[in-house]
T-cell receptor, first 116, second 114 residues
Framework: GAVVSQHPSWVICKSGTSVKIECRSL??????MFWYRQFPKQSLMLMAT?????????EQGVEKDKFLINHASLTLSTLTVTSAHPEDSSFYIC????????????FGPGTRLTVL | QQQVKQSPQSLIVQKGGISIINCAYE??????FPWYQQFPGKGPALLIA?????SEKKEGRFTISFNKSAKQFSLHIMDSQPGDSATYFC?????????????FGTGTRLKVLA
């Protein structure tokens, strides 16, 4: 149980275009989902916290107009990287916390974004 | 204060040996300490977790030792296998802004030699 999927697993796009990444909790409901960014050989950095039906909360230094997050249902959150630039190239990972539970986050497999 | 210091950065262990990874924290508001395993190009997978009211937790070959007074915790991998070669992250969770968030350590690249 507690499976989280992401789609796509990898994407290549041209500079200036927008890319949408989906995060789904497959076998549980997630009131809260999190979006992380990971550069090669580095740790995971929290970008934003996404709560179902409300606006996402962004960490300091993360541009909310560039990284649009929507959490439309208890099983789906999306991250849209708008007007992507090469410096946005990274590994984006989502996680989900079970509704009613407290701490444990279950992570998706990640999405590799490459902006040319 | 919102930091978790992890060491070593990399670790090489012979097959069958014990791998030990250490983490330290400052914030006493942290109340849940999970360890994650990550293979290249994959998302982190939960290995084992502990709360500060417990000094040790064991699941199979994986053991967490927790020292609340020293604000330190460690992961021990017994009988290490080549398949354990991965990056390991400790994390700490705390309640803030209406939800529980994680802060991750910097990671330890483990290589187990066959």
């Amino acid at each position: 149980g507690a499976v989280v999927s992401q789609h796509p697993s990898w994407v290549i796009c041209k500079s200036g275009t927008s890319v949408k990444i989906e995060c789904r909790s497959l076998d549980f409901q997630a009131t809260t989902m999190f979006w992380y960014r990971q550069f090669p050989k580095q740790s995971l950095m929290l970008m934003a916290t996404s709560n179902e039906g409300s606006k996402a909360t962004y960490e300091q230094g993360v541009e909310k107009d560039k990284f649009l997050i929507n959490h439309a249902s208890l099983t789906l959150s999306t991250l849209t990287v708008t007007s992507a630039h090469p410096e946005d190239s990274s590994f984006y990972i989502c996680s989900a916390r079970l509704a009613g539970a407290t701490d444990t986050q279950y992570f998706g497999p990640g999405t590799r974004l490459t902006v040319l | 204060q919102q930091q978790v210091k992890q060491s070593p950065q990399s670790l090489i262990v012979q097959k069958g040996g014990i791998s030990i990874i250490n983490c330290a924290y400052e914030n006493t508001a942290f109340d849940y300490f999970p360890w994650y395993q990550q293979f290249p190009g994959k998302g982190p997978a939960l290995l084992i977790a502990i709360r500060p009211d417990v000094s040790e937790k064991k699941e199979g070959r994986f053991t967490i030792s927790f020292n609340k007074s020293a604000k330190q915790f460690s992961l021990h991998i017994m009988d290490s296998q080549p398949g354990d070669s991965a990056t390991y992250f400790c994390a700490a969770s705390w309640y803030t802004s209406g939800t529980y968030k994680y802060i991750f350590g910097t990671g330890t690249r483990l290589k187990v030699l066959a």
